[in-house]
T-cell receptor, first 113, second 115 residues
Framework: AQSVTQPDIHITVSEGASLELRCNYSYGATPYLFWYVQSPGQGLQLLLKYFSGDTLVQGIKGFEAEFKRSQSSFNLRKPSVHWSDAAEYFCAVGDTGGFKTIFGAGTRLFVKA | SAVISQKPSRDICQRGTSLTIQCQVDSQVTMMFWYRQQPGQSLTLIATANQGSEATYESGFVIDKFPISRPNLTFSTLTVSNLSPEDSSIYLC????????????FGPGTRLTVL
């Protein structure tokens, strides 16, 4: 069965520091992979997505993620975090044979001055 | 991309009553979904709203408790029936379309508090 694991429940980084949020998935083939961000009181916004091709994908707000098939990972990175990046981040796996998406438990990012 | 609106944005309801949430998409979409997000938790899929037919419910969710309608390709409603405090959650509507590889667009959510 498909599953998504985000090992870190919360992470605190200093403003200006680099960020990496971890995501591991379980899926029988190459899945569709997503990162979403949810600010307090808001819906989810897509940061970036991977379907095929180049394993390093660029997203909005300066985020990028790298698909590593050998590690079943799709980690999210940002070279310099801004205070406005404080939010909940969800990794998700899409079923290539259908329309469903499985979401990870989320990682809450705190940014300190 | 699709823009999704939900009404109401929040509500406080009494135990035993029902709340109907509306979801409107600004373009025709193939698939619409309803999720529940309990406080501090991830998203749990309640059901897929099928246009012109009964919704497809996930394990643990039943039609009597969460009746769903989808009369056309841009609109859906979710009713949460016989409310109890355990139903206090954020309810999210999302949509995707063929050719979008499961990329979903989300509404802003409806925050429900049951007293």
């Amino acid at each position: 069965a498909q599953s998504v694991t985000q090992p870190d429940i919360h992470i605190t980084v200093s403003e200006g520091a680099s960020l990496e949020l971890r995501c591991n998935y379980s899926y029988g083939a190459t899945p569709y992979l997503f990162w979403y961000v949810q600010s307090p009181g808001q819906g989810l916004q897509l940061l970036l997505k991977y379907f095929s091709g180049d394993t390093l994908v660029q997203g909005i707000k300066g985020f990028e993620a790298e698909f590593k098939r050998s590690q079943s990972s799709f980690n999210l990175r940002k070279p310099s975090v801004h205070w406005s990046d404080a939010a909940e981040y969800f990794c998700a796996v899409g079923d290539t044979g259908g329309f469903k998406t499985i979401f990870g438990a989320g990682t809450r990012l705190f940014v300190k001055a | 991309s699709a823009v999704i609106s939900q009404k109401p944005s929040r509500d406080i309801c009494q135990r035993g009553t029902s709340l109907t949430i509306q979801c409107q998409v600004d373009s025709q979409v193939t698939m619409m979904f309803w999720y529940r997000q309990q406080p501090g938790q991830s998203l749990t899929l309640i059901a897929t709203a099928n246009q012109g037919s009964e919704a497809t419910y996930e394990s643990g969710f039943v039609i009597d408790k969460f009746p769903i309608s989808r009369p056309n390709l841009t609109f859906s409603t979710l009713t949460v029936s016989n409310l109890s405090p355990e139903d206090s959650s954020i309810y999210l509507c999302s949509a995707t379309d063929r050719g979008r590889f499961n990329e979903q667009f989300f509404g802003p959510g409806t925050r429900l508090t049951v007293l």
